[in-house]
């Protein structure tokens, strides 16, 4: 099982090819991809050459892609992505399962290690609240705020 990664944000996008023991087969990191900047044929091309780069890379072809998950920025947020970008992919990947996210969401898994919570480090999420007289641990207030 080969799986796909990208991190594509406004300043790079990040690809990660792994198999499943998670031995990275192919790793590259190209412009930001963010669609309201480039539009559709920009986007468009720099999605075909990434993911023809990456695989030429690690000598794979695009069939033996396990499964792709793509974390791009804006999508979901510009009217349009959600249909749009799910077609560039499948044009690209047409035999491979795809899910898309928008960056934040990926960056937002990285802080957390992938679990539920509050990244305390952004200063914008510091949350200190008291429920009555008693001050929250970060453990109980993580579990108070997801469920």
């Known amino acids: 099982m080969i799986f796909l990664g990208c991190d594509g944000g406004s300043t790079k996008t990040e690809w990660l090819l792994v198999d499943h023991t998670g031995q990275v087969l192919a790793h590259r990191i190209f412009p930001g991809c963010n669609f309201a900047f480039w539009g559709e044929d920009g986007f468009r091309d720099l999605m075909v050459r990434s993911v023809q780069t990456l695989l030429a890379d690690s000598g794979i072809t695009s069939q033996q892609i396990t499964s792709a998950m793509l974390s791009l920025t804006v999508y979901g947020e510009v009217?349009?992505?959600?249909?749009?970008?799910?077609?560039?992919?499948?044009?690209?990947?047409?035999?491979?399962?795809?899910?898309?996210?928008?960056?934040?969401?990926?960056?937002?898994?990285?802080?957390?290690?992938?679990?539920?919570?509050?990244?305390?480090?952004?200063?914008?999420?510091?949350?200190?609240?008291?429920?009555?007289?008693?001050?929250?641990?970060?453990?109980?207030?993580?579990?108070?705020?997801?469920?």
């Open 79 to 147: 009217p349009g992505t959600e249909e749009f970008f799910p077609q560039v992919m499948q044009s690209i990947l047409p035999d491979c399962p795809l899910q898309f996210s928008n960056d934040s969401v990926a960056g937002w898994c990285g802080s957390l290690a992938g679990r539920p919570g509050i990244n305390s480090r952004h200063r914008f999420c510091r949350l200190w609240p008291r429920f009555g007289r008693k001050r929250l641990s970060r453990r109980r207030l993580v579990s108070v705020f997801c469920r």
